[in-house]
């Protein structure tokens, strides 16, 4: 039987990665809130 999960490290990347975060206004708001860490 094959597994449901079968991770691929590009595909997360690209969903939550620092980029995709970048794109998204979530780091702004993190710099914004003077975050030491803006990225897990």
Avoid: D, W
């Amino acid at each position: 039987m094959k597994r449901t999960y079968q991770p691929n490290n590009r595909k997360k990347a690209k969903k939550h990665g620092f980029f995709s975060r970048i794109e998204g206004k979530v780091i702004n708001r993190r710099r914004a809130k003077k975050r030491k860490k803006l990225c897990a």
